[in-house]
Nanobody
Framework: QVRLVESGGGLVQAGGSLRLSCATS????????RGWFRQAPGKEREFVAT????????HYADSVKGRFTISRDNANNTVYLQMNNLKPEDTAVYYC????????????????WGQGTQVTVSS
């Protein structure tokens, strides 16, 4: 089965840090651009960050700029999201997504998704 698998979520206090990972299972997704999205209860899934296969294109949502860093290790087919200075409003299920072609921030343009990992930030 072809999958993206997120890990690294958990419970952290405001101001703390977490590092999310997105690995692959069943195929490498070589050549894909990767995105991180999040969905809080009662809200739509929103864009967080994206990185191109070659890492020369990176975009962040305004709400996470300066606090989150996306990176990737293509040799290990893994993408990371380093989250620092976390705030209660960052609480959500975080999803990894992959796509070929152009780098995008719209969630509907990503055909491949992981199952999500919960991030909870307490105040």
């Amino acid at each position: 089965q072809v999958r993206l698998v997120e890990s690294g979520g958990g419970l952290v206090q405001a101001g703390g840090s977490l590092r999310l990972s997105c690995a692959t299972s069943g195929r490498t997704f070589s050549g894909t651009h990767r995105g991180w999205f999040r969905q809080a209860p009662g809200k739509e899934r929103e864009f967080v960050a994206t990185i191109s296969w070659s890492t020369d294109i990176i975009h962040y949502a305004d709400s996470v700029k300066g606090r989150f860093t996306i990176s990737r290790d293509n040799a290990n087919n893994t993408v990371y999201l380093q989250m620092n200075n976390l705030k209660p409003e960052d609480t959500a299920v975080y999803y990894c997504a992959a796509k070929y072609g152009t780098v995008e921030t719209r969630r509907d343009l990503y055909p491949y998704w992981g199952q999500g990992t919960q991030v909870t930030v307490s105040s």
